[in-house]
């Protein structure tokens, strides 16, 4: 077994689910959220 370490910016990303594309200046609430790990450790080191 190998050991790999992975380092660098570790980004969280938040994915919105809506019921439609908001129109320019216009609010509108979220059906649900996910939370995802990105970065380049996190998709490197996934691999």
Do not use: K, T, W
């Not at 990303?13 to 908001?22: G, I, M, S, W």
Request: with cysteine; aromatic share 6%.
């Amino acid at each position: 077994m190998s050991l790999v370490i992975c380092y660098g910016s570790v980004i969280a990303d938040r994915v919105l689910q809506l019921p439609r594309f908001p129109r320019p200046g216009e609010g509108i609430h979220a059906l649900g959220e996910q939370l995802y790990l990105g970065g380049e450790p996190c998709n490197v080191g996934g691999h």
